[in-house]
């Protein structure tokens, strides 16, 4: 892989501008003998190992742009694959994963870019009765290319709640999380941000994931309904 072979390239110009530096002023010294010399090259081996290893892990971590702007009707969602801060494209994404809660019931999925950019799949969490409060939106989106520029739009079917204007827990907020390689290790970053204007935020400590409105009881169900949007 590129990154070990960064990674061993300038672990061993660090090693040498040790030894040209450091080592070679210890033998000057009285105490210097071939085992504290042999002794130190290990040990500043290891710790150059460690260090660069994790400074280029930083470095060459791919970051996203993320834009949402929902109406009473639908939510329209932006996304920017961005460069490292290397300027490379490499580690690419390999996926993203967005879930968007949205007071209503989902109708309609559409992506709008060129399938060459990325390819997605969507589901919903939560009924599709009139008398649905929320409903969750997830987007599992694959083959993502290089510094792509991805374009959803979710249609929904607002919430029936009268003259009433309902807030249910969880749903000021979601959550997007994206993987991409390092040295053949799967890495993920997962982030909450807020519906209203995309700021980060803390995850919510509690989420409404369906409800109805009824006037009277409904029974317990085991599961949420789960359905595939086409």
Not at 43 to 65: E, G, H, M, N, R
Not at 139 to 147: G, L, R, T, Y
Request: hydrophobic share 40%.
């Amino acid at each position: 892989m590129i990154q070990t072979a960064i990674i061993v390239l300038i672990t061993f110009v660090l090693v040498y501008l040790f030894y040209r530096y450091v080592i070679d002023g210890i033998k000057k010294t009285k105490i210097y003998s071939l085992a504290i010399e042999r002794s130190l090259i290990a040990i500043f081996t290891v710790l150059s190992l460690l260090a660069v290893d994790s400074v280029l892990k930083y470095l060459v971590q791919p970051s996203i742009q993320l834009e949402t702007k929902c109406t009473q009707s639908s939510v329209a969602i932006k996304i920017k694959v961005i460069k490292n801060i290397l300027g490379t494209d490499t580690p690419k994404i390999d996926s993203i994963f967005i879930e968007y809660p949205v007071m209503g019931v989902i109708t309609d999925y559409a992506d709008t870019h060129p399938v060459t950019k990325a390819k997605s799949n969507a589901f919903v969490i939560g009924g599709a009765t009139p008398h649905t409060l929320t409903n969750h939106v997830q987007i599992e989106i694959s083959n993502v290319a290089p510094s792509a520029f991805l374009d959803y739009v979710v249609h929904y079917r607002a919430a029936e709640t009268g003259k009433y204007k309902l807030w249910l827990i969880g749903t000021d907020k979601y959550e997007i999380r994206y993987t991409w390689k390092y040295k053949d290790t799967e890495l993920t970053k997962t982030q909450w941000r807020l519906t209203k204007d995309d700021t980060l935020t803390e995850p919510p400590f509690a989420r409404v994931w369906g409800g109805e409105v009824s006037s009277q009881p409904l029974p317990p169900t085991k599961t949420i309904p789960k359905r595939v949007l086409q």
